[in-house]
């Protein structure tokens, strides 16, 4: 059984929704992070001791990494791929 087959345009208007949701993904991250309550002096003292970080900085590093290493080259290459196809989808 083969599937049909879609055109260039119309998968460049799926990609664009799909960049849009993840750009909201992104700026919702942005908003929890920005949420999460900043450490105190005394206890990045004791995260230095104790070498385990509280909740909040355990979730802010967490959020920092996935948006910097994981959704920031995401979002760049997809964009990079929809602008190099944009004349192919015009022509198919």
Known sequence: MTRPQGTVAE???HLHRVLEQLEAARWQLLGIR???PEPSAERV???DVN???DA???LRTTIDCVLED???PALKDLQEALASTGAEA???
């Open 11 to 13: 998968a460049r208007r």
């Open 34 to 36: 920005q949420s999460l």
């Open 51 to 53: 070498d385990e970080p």
């Open 70 to 72: 994981d959704l920031k």
């Open 56 to 58: 909040a900085t355990e």
């Open 90 to 92: 015009e022509e198919s």
């Open 45 to 47: 003292r004791q995260a």
